[in-house]
Antibody
């Protein structure tokens, strides 16, 4: 079964740090780009960051650039998001999401729909 | 950056109704549009990609249409399990952007 399981969320003070993890199973992890998408309470979906299958290319939303770092450990089938200098506006459910491989660049491409999502992990930043 | 307008933001409907949700882009994106369904407390689920291709396992009452700048999600006969929030997402250009969402509620 194709599955993503996030962990690492919690309550942290403004200015603090957290590291999220996303364990993948059921597919060839290293072949697909992966993303983090967040959803603030009662709000819509916001793409946060993406990483290529090899891990050699990373991308960030302007709202988190310079504070968040995405990485992956392909032998461990695990995606990470290191979040530093957290702010109240970072409070959200964070989802990891697998690129479908059906975008304009095919398997491994970053421009893509997301066909598998984790269950989400809640990050609460208190001010 | 591509701007997206999803409408309506709230749709009240009854079981058995036919409902349509619109997504309009600020520039053409060919057919690189996806639709997701999200239920309260759950992760989004991919319904449709490439504007009109149903993801495996998605009921045939869901359909998508459009290309370029104007797209539509149609639910032909609303079922009780379809009351949820729906999002469109463009993946023609990077970064991926989601529409603001449409909540389909019981009338």
């Amino acid at each position: 079964e194709v599955q993503l399981v996030e962990s690492g969320g919690g309550l942290v003070q403004s200015g603090g740090s957290l590291r999220l993890s996303c364990a993948a199973s059921g597919f060839t992890f290293s072949s697909y780009a992966m993303s983090w998408v967040r959803q603030a309470p009662g709000k819509g979906l916001e793409w946060v960051s993406a990483i290529s299958g090899s891990g050699g290319s990373t991308y960030y939303a302007d709202s988190v650039k310079g504070r968040f770092t995405i990485s992956r450990d392909n032998p461990k089938n695990t995606l990470y998001l290191q979040m530093n200098s957290l702010r109240a506006e970072d409070t959200a459910v964070y989802y990891c999401a697998k690129s479908s491989g059906k975008g304009p660049s095919g398997v491994g491409g970053l421009n893509d729909a997301f066909d598998i999502w984790g269950q989400g992990t809640m990050v609460t930043v208190s001010s | 950056v591509i701007w997206m307008t999803q409408s309506p933001s709230l749709l009240s409907a009854s079981t058995g109704d036919r409902v349509t949700i619109s997504c309009r882009m600020s520039q053409g994106i060919s057919s690189y549009l996806a639709w997701y369904q999200q239920k309260p407390g759950k992760a989004p689920e991919l319904l449709i990609y490439a504007a009109s291709t149903l993801q495996s396992g998605v009921p045939s009452r869901f359909s998508g249409s459009g290309s370029g700048t104007d797209f539509t999600l149609t639910i032909s006969c609303l079922q009780s399990e379809d009351f949820a929030t729906y999002y469109c997402q463009q993946y023609y250009s990077f970064p991926p952007i989601f529409g603001g969402g449409t909540k389909v509620e019981i009338k």
